[in-house]
Nanobody, 122 residues
Framework: QVQLVESGGGPVQAGGSLRLSCVAS????????MGWFRQAPGKEREGVGL????????YYADSVKGRFTISQDNAKNTVYLQMNSLKPEDTAMYYC???????????????WGQGTQVTVSS
């Protein structure tokens, strides 16, 4: 069983930055990808980006491209989401996920963390 724990969320002003962390434990080797998703109240969960654990290649949603960066520290079993130039519309609960398919579609990911709240004020 894979466990994912996110941290690093909080309040921030528009234009500011936050770095989220996701620590993975348990049997992680079968999951090739780690992803970040977000969900605002009343909206569907949307994909933010993903990283291929084996090689570090990344993919981002258009809405965050150029502002968000995903990285990893394999020694710490940790994936990061660096968020810069934050906007009020980035306000959401942010989740990390582990899976085997590189699609930013929530239903294709098998393991989820509990989420960390990001609130961007204007």
């Amino acid at each position: 069983q894979v466990q994912l724990v996110e941290s690093g969320g909080g309040p921030v002003q528009a234009g500011g930055s936050l770095r989220l962390s996701c620590v993975a434990s348990g049997y992680t080797h079968s999951n090739k990808y780690m992803g970040w998703f977000r969900q605002a109240p009343g909206k569907e969960r949307e994909g933010v980006g993903l990283i291929y654990i084996g090689g570090g290649s990344t993919y981002y949603a258009d809405s965050v491209k150029g502002r968000f960066t995903i990285s990893q520290d394999n020694a710490k079993n940790t994936v990061y989401l660096q968020m810069n130039s934050l906007k009020p519309e980035d306000t959401a609960m942010y989740y990390c996920a582990a899976g085997q398919i590189p699609l930013l579609v929530a239903s294709t990911w098998g393991y989820w963390g509990q989420g960390t709240q990001v609130t961007v004020s204007s």
